[in-house]
């Protein structure tokens, strides 16, 4: 660009956000950093941060965490940089950018990078206390407060990708969440009729209510003029404490338009493929307020930061266009999957569709294909798995047929493309652009050997986040290529896996967690004090294997106490106000009156708030920790025992009624599920394990969710394994057929060892069977052929375990020691926890507890620490 | 605060605005766990021993999620710092200075504590 001679060329850039910086970082890498003054006008109260990732503040990250600015990369170039002072006027003439605070900038180049704002329909009362929009961190902070003092009820307006997200949000925030979308489906703009149809069946799952097809007419105040409900078009009105408006964002092109430069009819900052806006050579216009060449304003950020390279690329002098992109999202909110990718609707013409859909799973993948072959978009919904691999390979032929891309895995020609199977130049992180080839030479050549490493080194991963997990995959195949030793450790303190820690305990009959550690943990771990990670891993090691190394079958005793989970060192389940819940074992749901009476008597004496549970039997809460023993004496003389609810070991073998009462039945499903529960009971594993026995092939009992189901035939039983509900739900697959009662017995012994044996801490048997080499067959071939003459130990192991099994509640309230410990206060222990209180719901208790909300800390993939049932 | 004492019937104290108040006999505290105790101002404050016999003590209460229940957590040590997770969300605290490891802006109450 041309200067004024003698003085130093000045560029303004007006909007500090995500595109922003990023043209600030373009600026500095083509050295014009230092050829040129560089000033910022930055509306926001700080600077730019991951707005993308707005959403996770409500997981705990903080709002430093967000921010993308690094202010040791501002003051190095240079930048001026005011915070809180936007532009208010332009004057192109005299080339001068007047701020709020009276500040006058002149310039020979002015970027535009105001973003968007978001779009709240004209309806009656949007402005009402209680009504929000969803853009900025003051934004968030402004919702949490409401939602923490004022409502109980929010709705969003707006199905899309923002909604879907905003909505989540709130119902993180302990809110009941609506969405009202005008729309007939969810997410109308990424995905088609049977992705919506699926989309809706998990969203509804998660606990949210969809109202689609339906508009906003009117927020419903009261006489204090704050939000009581939503009228809407069908007529109905919808009671809602608080409204999120996300009804799409607005270019924010106001400045242009009164500067009077030319903006698109629908908005937006009109400019050609170089950025720079068609009315004004010095002017440019990058990110959401720009209307790019291809007619079209970009809401992602992936265009934007292309936009900004480019406009400084034109800025330099360099050759660079925008000439459009890829629309492709992967919705962030948790526990939902779902994605699109490239051209998802098949505009192209003479596309084909490859669609597999299974509505009851809540699945639809769609693949679109062009005449030639080449993958041209898709949606995936219910399983977004395959994401980051089909979008890399977006533009190119797929090396396996698309058909077998779709079907899920397991139903016979479903097929799984790792990463490995794309090709260099294939993009991996499209936020940022980066090819695999660059992600492989991170690791080559740039020698990183992390992923954290990677993502700073290219930046891939560091935007969205949808690319994470390719992006692991590649660094970890890419490191084993070049004969690096990827760390598989357990955590900080144990290089080894949790199967090679079991082994070491196992084949040393070591029963001490500090010798594990002071001779097996990394060098700078031992003698330290062990991890949360590693101590109630090797603890549950320890416990499994008790009767075989000769350990105490005992949790409590000695220094296995101090390594067990907090709710198993007080054997109940923690409640959020630090009460604890108890919940005894009810083998196969059977129970009789006089039991049920024993039960209702002490809920009621002690005042505790009693529910059936999921898991076929009763859960009392709201228990103080003085109260447990008290509770459990009376629980134990009536003949209860420790249902385990808190540990990761067997839960419930839950059951039908079966052949004795049931038309159908075609075998006794109770007196089997009470059988296998005796069985089992107090089995400390890698997580939790969960049973059932269904009488007939109508599967009352739902077996084919659980970690081992079986269901009558009328020759025996059919032994499933491997299923799982929770958050990533997966039907068991068979294992055997027809077999005898103690054929079945001998199976499930030998499959429960082998899982606790090689699987990892918190891997649920339906991820482990996911993973080990060779799945499911290889399980078969190892506890129904024996194919690795193990069985003999295996089935030994278990029978150990059943003849050590004793009640660790009866061994609790025998012991004046151990019951020295269930007081709130060592000093007092009189004195009840005062935090500890309630308030009356539903002729019940609740907790009286001032919520805060601040999440958990970003956790690995597992549900930890939540993982307790 | 740190200190190993060397017999067992030791007393655990901490130090508050007006003295040493004494919390309890040591061999109540198992090395590596904690315990609660009341203060005479109504403050509950989580006390652990590690185990090298070092003694720790911070507020019990949980700032994340408001229970009372900090001396519940499983404790470690990460970088050489001893630390304990909280058994509600898993937020880790240093044990010396309180400060919580996940989240810099978050900081509990940490005492001075000693074996007499
Ligand atoms: C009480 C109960 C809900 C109810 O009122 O019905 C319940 C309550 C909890 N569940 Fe559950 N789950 C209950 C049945 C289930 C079921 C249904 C079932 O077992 O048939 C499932 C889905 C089936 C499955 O596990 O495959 C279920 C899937 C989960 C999950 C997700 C597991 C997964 O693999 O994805 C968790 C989190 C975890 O364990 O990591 C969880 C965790 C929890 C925790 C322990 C969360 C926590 O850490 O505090 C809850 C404890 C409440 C408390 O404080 O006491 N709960 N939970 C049910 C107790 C059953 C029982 O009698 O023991
Ligand atoms: C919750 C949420 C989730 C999202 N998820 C995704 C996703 O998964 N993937 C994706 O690609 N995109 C996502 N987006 C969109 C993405 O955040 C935007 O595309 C991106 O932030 C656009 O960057 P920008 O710099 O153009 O605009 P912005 O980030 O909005 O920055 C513009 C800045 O300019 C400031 N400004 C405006 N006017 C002036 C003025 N006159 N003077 C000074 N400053 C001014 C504004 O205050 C703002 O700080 C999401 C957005 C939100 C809100
Ligand atoms: S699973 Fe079969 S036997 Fe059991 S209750 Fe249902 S129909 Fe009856
Ligand atoms: S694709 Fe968004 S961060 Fe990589």
């Known amino acids: ?869 | 605060m740190t200190l190993a004492p060397e017999t067992t019937d030791l007393l655990v104290q901490l130090r508050l605005a007006d003295g040493w108040f004494t919390v309890c006999a040591l061999h109540r505290l198992v090395p590596g766990r904690g315990i609660a105790a009341l203060l005479p101002d109504g403050r509950q404050v989580a006390v652990f021993r590690d185990r090298a016999d070092r003694l720790y003590a911070i507020d019990n209460r949980d700032p994340f999620g408001g229970a009372a229940v900090l001396s519940r957590g499983l404790t470690g040590t990460h970088r050489g710092r001893p630390f304990v997770a909280s058994p509600l969300l898993k937020q880790r605290f240093d044990l010396e200075t309180g400060q919580c490891l996940d989240d810099e802006s978050v900081r509990v109450t940490a005492y001075r504590v000693r074996g007499v």
Not at chain 1, 280 to 295: H, K, L, S, T, Y
Request: net charge negative; hydrophobic share 40%; glycine share 12%.
């Open chain 1, 1 to 869: 660009m041309t200067a004024t001679p003698g003085a130093t060329p000045t560029i303004v850039l007006v909007g500090h956000g995500m595109v922003g910086q990023r043209f600030l970082e373009a600026l500095a890498e083509r050295g014009l950093t230092a050829t040129h003054r560089v000033v910022v006008l930055c509306e926001e109260p700080r600077p730019a941060y991951d707005r993308v990732q707005l959403t996770s503040y409500f997981s705990g990250r903080t709002a430093e965490e967000l921010s993308v600015t690094d202010m040791g990369f501002i003051t190095a170039h240079g930048i001026e940089l005011h915070v809180g002072d936007p532009a208010v006027t332009v004057d192109r003439e005299a080339r001068k950018v007047t701020a709020r605070s009276g500040l006058v900038v002149g310039y020979d180049v002015l970027v535009l990078a105001t973003g968007s704002s978001p779009f709240v329909p004209p309806v009656p009362n949007r402005d009402a206390a209680g009504c929000f929009v969803y853009r900025t961190i003051e934004d968030l902070l402004a919702i949490e407060e409401y939602a923490r003092t004022r409502a109980a009820t929010g709705a969003v307006v707006g199905g899309g990708l923002l909604g879907l997200e905003a909505a989540g949000a709130l119902k993180g925030l302990g809110l009941a969440s609506h969405i009202v979308e005008f729309a007939p489906r969810l997410m109308p703009v990424q995905v088609d009729e049977g992705g919506g149809a699926a989309l809706l069946r998990t969203v509804e799952e998660m606990g949210l209510s969809v109202h689609t097809g339906v508009g906003t007419q009117e927020i419903v105040v009261d006489e204090g003029g704050a939000v009581t409900g939503m009228r809407l078009s069908d007529g109905s009105e919808l009671a809602t404490d608080m409204v999120v408006f996300s009804a799409g964002v607005r270019p924010r092109d106001q400045l242009a338009r009164d500067c009077g430069l030319k903006v698109g009819e629908r908005g937006g900052v009109t400019v050609d493929e170089q950025c720079r806006t068609v009315s004004d050579p010095r002017v440019f216009a990058i990110g959401e307020c720009a209307r790019a060449a291809d007619g079209r304003v970009y809401g992602l950020v992936a265009p934007g930061y292309e936009q900004a390279e480019t406009a400084a690329a034109a800025i330099a002098g360099d050759e660079a266009a925008f000439t459009g992109a890829d629309l492709s999202t992967k919705l962030k909110l948790l526990g939902v999957d779902v994605a699109s990718f490239g051209d998802a609707h098949g505009t192209a013409e003479g596309c084909l569709d490859v669609v597999y859909s299974d509505s009851r799973a809540g699945l639809y993948k769609k693949l679109v294909i062009g005449r030639d072959g080449t993958l041209l978009g898709g949606i995936l919904v219910g399983d977004a798995e395959a994401y980051g691999t089909l979008r890399a390979l977006t533009g190119s032929v797929p090396p396996v047929s698309p058909e077998s891309l779709v079907l899920p895995a397991g139903a016979g020609q479903g097929a799984r493309l790792g990463p490995s199977a794309l090709p260099d130049e294939a993009v991996i992180c499209s936020c940022h652009n980066v090819t695999k080839g660059a992600v492989r030479g991170a690791v080559t050549e740039h020698r990183c050997t992390t992923v954290p490493e990677v993502q700073k080194c290219t930046r891939a991963g560091t935007g969205c986040g949808s690319c994470v997990k390719v992006l692991g995959q590649l660094v970890t195949a890419e490191l084993e290529a070049s004969g690096v030793a990827v760390d598989k450790g357990l955590c900080g303190c144990f290089a080894r896996t949790r199967e090679e820690l079991y082994e070491i305990v196992l084949a040393l009959r070591l029963t001490s967690y500090r010798e594990l550690l002071d001779r097996y943990g990394r060098e700078g771990a031992r003698g330290g004090d062990g991890c949360e990670v590693c101590k109630p891993a090797v603890a549950s090691i320890i416990a499994s294997l008790a009767p075989a190394i000769g350990a105490s079958g005992y949790v409590l005793d000695g220094e296995q106490a101090a390594l067990q989970d907090s709710n198993d060192h007080f054997l109940a389940n923690l409640q959020r106000n630090g009460s604890y819940s108890v919940v005894p074992r009810i083998p196969g749901g059977e129970i009789a009156p006089e039991k049920l009476i024993v039960i209702g008597e002490v809920a009621r004496d002690f005042g505790l708030y009693t529910k059936i549970t999921g898991g076929q039997r009763i859960d009392m809460f709201g228990a103080r920790v003085e109260q447990l023993p008290l509770i459990w004496a009376r629980l134990v003389d009536a003949g209860f025992e420790s249902g385990h609810a808190y540990g990761k070991s067997l839960r419930t073998v839950k059951s039908c009624v079966g052949r004795t009462w049931c038309r159908y039945g075609v075998q006794d499903s109770v007196r089997m599920a009470i059988d296998l529960e005796l069985r089992y009971r107090g089995l400390r594993s890698p997580h939790k394990l969960k049973s059932a026995v269904s009488g007939c092939a109508r599967e009352c009992a739902e077996a084919q969710s659980k970690d081992f189901g079986v269901i009558a035939t009328s020759s025996g039983w059919n032994l499933y394994v491997g299923g799982n509900g929770g958050a990533t739900p997966r039907h068991a697959d068979l294992l055997a057929q027809d077999l005898s009662d103690a054929e079945l017995v001998r199976l499930i012994d030998r499959f429960l060892m082998f899982y606790i044996r090689t699987a990892d801490r918190l891997e649920r048997t339906a991820t482990w069977l996911e993973r080990i080499p060779g799945g499911l067959d290889h399980v078969r071939d190892v506890v129904v052929h024996d194919s690795l003459g193990i069985c003999d130990e295996l089935e030994a192991l278990m029978r150990a375990h059943v003849a050590h099994y004793r009640d660790e509640w009866a061994a609790t309230v025998d012991d004046p020691e151990k019951l020295a410990r269930f007081v709130s206060f060592v000093n007092a222990p009189d004195t009840p926890d005062p935090v500890v209180a309630f308030v009356p719901e539903r002729d019940q208790i609740k907790p009286d507890l001032q919520l805060l909300s601040i999440g958990p800390r970003p956790a690995d993939d597992v549900l930890e620490g939540s993982a307790q049932r």
